[in-house]
């Protein structure tokens, strides 16, 4: 069975760090596109970054520069390094997977950025 | 990529046809997802590829259409479809808006 649990969210000042993981079970990270989405409290889904299968990379507009999606193969964890925190990146993260359209999805990490 | 998603709220009656609509900013040939999510709950994928049902996805639920415009239909409304509903392209994975159907 396919499994996401992600972890790593909390209270964070802004300008602060925080590294979130997606721990994955029932397949291998490695082998599919795995990305972060996040959801701002009552608001719509917002695609935040992709890792592709080779070990590439994209994200979007509003954090480019200060986030960094990475995998661990042997762990089968896939993380979202969050530097430069600003009041409006507070959300949910989830992390899904999928080639494409998202078939599976954690339950999601609240982030919440505040001084 | 802009996906325009309209309208952003819909109401309606059980046994109700209802039609989503997103519209994209340009051609995205067929690379449409859409997605149902409850309150505290994670998105569930319900359509991909335009038109193809996920597994699972009760046939009620239907999608349409290619480049630039495209719908999702849930014919025959069920009290367990009174959700938020989101369109996504990926080809660059932006989504629409967010269609919240309710009870009229």
């Known amino acids: 069975e396919v499994q996401l649990v992600e972890s790593g969210g909390g209270l964070i000042q802004p300008g602060g760090s925080l590294r979130l993981s997606c721990a994955a079970s029932?397949?291998?990270?490695?082998?599919?596109?795995m990305s972060w989405v996040r959801q701002a409290p009552g608001k719509g889904l917002e695609w935040v970054s992709i890792i592709y299968t080779g070990g590439s990379t994209d994200y979007a507009v509003s954090v480019k520069g200060r986030f960094t999606i990475s995998r661990d193969n042997s762990k089968n964890t896939v993380y979202l390094q969050m530097n430069t925190l600003r009041v409006d990146d507070t959300a949910v993260y989830y992390c899904?997977?999928?080639?494409?359209?998202?078939?599976?999805w954690g339950q999601g990490t609240l982030v919440t950025v505040s001084s | 990529i802009q996906m325009t998603q309209s309208p952003s709220t819909l109401s309606a009656s059980v046994g109700d046809r209802v039609t989503i609509t997103c519209r994209a900013s340009q051609n995205i040939s067929m690379w449409v997802a859409w997605y149902q999510q409850k309150p505290g709950k994670a998105p569930k994928l319900l359509i991909y590829r335009a038109s193809t049902l996920e597994s699972g996805v009760p046939s009620r639920f239907s999608g349409s259409g290619s480049g630039a415009e495209f719908t999702l239909t849930i014919s025959g409304l069920q009290p367990d479809d009174f959700s938020t509903y989101y369109c996504?392209?990926?080809?660059?994975?932006?989504f629409g808006q967010g269609t919240k159907v309710e009870i009229k």
């Open positions: 899904a997977r999928g080639l494409g359209p998202l078939d599976s």
């Open positions: 996504q392209q990926y080809n660059s994975y932006s």
């Open positions: 029932g397949f291998s990270v490695s082998s599919i596109y």
